[in-house]
């Protein structure tokens, strides 16, 4: 299976290889289960926490209408997450699986990537309870609860968008060979976190890592990042820089365009 999680917090063109040396980005191997659902207890955060999400919040929600994928917006939507203060895990686990059933786990940190994928297979998304400073709101060099709460949750809300997820995570699982493993980190690369779609409006961004950041959010539509067509075969072929703003995205056709793709791919790669 991949031995690198790809659930990274977006890039960003100030970022330097140091940041791979912050204790955050070093993956975390769990030696006990951790809670989801309701098991998450709520954090005593600070207002200065709060008014961090409320900032974030408030910036990506004015920038996302035509840009972010209706189905996106559409998760955000239903989920109602709380604007002024940081959303309960359990309560956003609540709504998840009401709607895909999927739940969220609240996870200390970047996970171990089999233990990562693990929960994935499971439909259980490893969720971040903590919140970057404010020093820190244009880039952070790993998840926090506004890349992951966020940026991811409102997808799972999208029935295909979350099969697509388990299937990613049952697929990691599976994998044997190290050139499967580097495409399958491709590809989750490409689609979850820094996937584009042509909605009927026209071209929208369905990556959490897109949307969870406000300069990728403005650089993904313009011209100096290349489109290409979501073929699983080029994704996986295609190397990606986690330091600097994508050069090149892909864009799926639809969900189920991404899905029925995503399963001749693993047909032909991984249960073969
Ligand atoms: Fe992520």
């Known amino acids: 299976m991949a031995d690198t999680n790809p659930s990274i917090a977006p890039p960003s063109p ?3 290889s140091a940041d791979a040396n912050d204790p955050r ?3 975390i191997k769990l030696t006990a289960p951790i809670p989801v659902g309701d098991d998450c207890a709520y954090p005593p955060y600070t207002d200065e926490e709060h008014a961090v999400w409320r900032t974030m919040f408030e910036r990506q929600e004015g920038l996302l209408p ?8 559409k998760g955000l939507s239903l989920l109602k997450l709380d604007r ?18 999927w739940r969220v786990a609240r996870t200390p940190g970047l996970l171990d990537a089999h233990d990562f994928f693990s929960h994935l297979a499971r439909r259980v998304f490893p969720c971040t309870d903590y919140i970057r400073s404010r020093s820190e709101l244009d880039y952070t060099p790993a998840p926090d609860c506004f890349h992951d709460i966020f940026g991811h ?3 799972i809300m999208h029935p295909r968008f979350a099969d697509f997820y388990q299937k990613i995570g049952q697929a990691a699982l599976a994998c044997r060979e190290a050139s499967t493993e580097e495409a399958l980190t491709r590809i ?3 689609t979850v976190e820094f996937g584009l779609i042509k909605n009927s409006g026209g071209l929208r961004i369905f990556g959490n890592g897109i949307i969870s950041s406000y300069a990728e959010t403005l650089h993904s539509l313009t011209e100096k990042a290349r489109k290409l067509p979501f073929v699983p075969e080029t994704v996986g072929a295609t190397p990606y820089d986690i330091w600097h703003f994508q050069d090149t995205l892909f864009v799926i056709d639809s969900f189920e365009h991404l899905g029925t793709a995503f399963d001749w791919w693993c047909r032909d790669h991984v249960r073969g």
């Open 14 to 16: 100030n970022a330097t």
């Open 84 to 101: 002024d203060r940081i959303p309960a895990l359990a309560e956003v686990s609540r709504r998840l699986h009401e709607a895909t059933g």
């Open 188 to 190: 989750y690369w490409f």
């Open 153 to 155: 949750t409102p997808m």
């Open 66 to 73: 035509g840009r972010a994928a209706d189905e996106f917006l």
């Open 25 to 27: 980005c070093v993956p």
